[in-house]
């Protein structure tokens, strides 16, 4: 049996572009592209590429968009450039 992560799915809304940033929380925040079914992750990085599989978090965030189970939060617009910076910049961090 695997370990039952808890993860949290993110919708982060910029007004009034309606911009939309995912993001699937764990261990780590990862940023989550659901159209191009792409995701920061490690996992996803060596695996899925190869695989074409899915990792947890694009699972995650099918189901969690199909039931409507994720928090949305709103930002300004005018943060837009400093939320997509600080992402990547923790993502970076975590893994590399
Ligand atoms: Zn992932």
Redesign the pocket.
Known sequence: MTKQRNLTVKSHLFLPSRKKIWT?VGNNE?W?DVHLKY???R??YYKSLMNAKM????EKITKAIEQNEYEEVEFSDQNYDMFVTSLLKDILNSNF
Do not use: I
Not at 55 to 58: D, E
């Open positions: 699937v990862y989550l995701c920061s992750c996992y996803f990792c947890s978090h694009l």
